[in-house]
T-cell receptor, first 114, second 118 residues
Framework: AQKVTQAQTEISVVEKEDVTLDCVYE???????LFWYKQPPSGELVFLIR??????QNEISGRYSWNFQKSTSSFNFTITASQVVDSAVYFC???????????FGSGTKLNVKP | DTGVSQDPRHKITKRGQNVTFRCDPI?????LYWYRQTLGQGPEFLTY????????KSRLLSDRFSAERPKGSFSTLEIQRTEQGDSAMYLC????????????????FGPGTRLTVL
């Protein structure tokens, strides 16, 4: 069975703090893809990153970084020096090898206060 | 605007009525997905098309739900005999299977259609 768990329902931080959003997934597939999306208050989901199951190399993009660990089935997302504009709901998702179906977690709402 | 568009953006209907939503994907995107999102939850997969073929359907898609993509371009999602439990945001996403770009198979989401069933 495929499942994505985001245990943190809501996180509040003060601007410039670092914050890590957790994501744990379950799958029996050997080939799969993991994603993070941002859903700002305006509502439209925005793609942030995709990783495939064979590439555990961590990635950094500006203030964003992602830590993929197959051993713990986790794909965590860290925002460094958070900003108010980072306030949104963040979703972790998993897709099967053929992209026929996507599974989303329940999301983590991030509140960044000035 | 060359993004994914959905129409209408909001729909209020009475229980028992039929509703139809439309999704226009990004031009030349051959894959199209429908999702349902309820308050405080992540998107739940409903169905997937590659061109005009419906290749995957979730068990969430009861016999009251039907989706089409007749010419492999726009898609419609119809809900018959709506129930209050159908109230949700219905999201459409499209993607391309063409290689040569890091964005292939990446989903681009539309703004959604918010359905309220009274």
């Amino acid at each position: 069975a495929q499942k994505v768990t985001q245990a943190q329902t809501e996180i509040s931080v003060v601007e410039k703090e670092d914050v890590t959003l957790d994501c744990v997934y379950e799958t029996r597939d050997t080939t799969y893809y993991l994603f993070w999306y941002k859903q700002p208050p305006s509502g439209e989901l925005v793609f942030l990153i995709r990783r495939n199951s064979f590439d555990e190399q961590n990635e950094i993009s500006g203030r964003y970084s992602w830590n993929f660990q197959k051993s713990t089935s986790s794909f965590n997302f860290t925002i460094t020096a958070s900003q108010v504009v980072d306030s949104a709901v963040y979703f972790c998702a998993q897709a099967r090898y053929n992209f026929n179906k996507f599974y989303f977690g329940s999301g983590t709402k991030l509140n960044v206060k000035p | 605007d060359t993004g994914v568009s959905q129409d209408p953006r909001h729909k209020i209907t009475k229980r028992g009525q039929n509703v139809t939503f439309r999704c226009d994907p990004i031009s030349e995107h051959n894959r199209l997905y429908w999702y349902r999102q309820t308050l405080g939850q992540g998107p739940e997969f409903l169905t997937y098309f590659q061109n005009e073929a419906q290749l995957e359907k979730s068990r969430l898609l009861s016999d009251r739900f039907s989706a089409e993509r007749p010419k492999g371009s726009f898609s419609t999602l119809e809900i018959q005999r709506t129930e209050q439990g159908d109230s949700a945001m219905y999201l459409c996403a499209s993607s391309s299977t063409s290689g040569g770009t890091r964005l292939y198979n990446e989903q681009f989401f539309g703004p959604g259609t918010r359905l309220t069933v009274l």
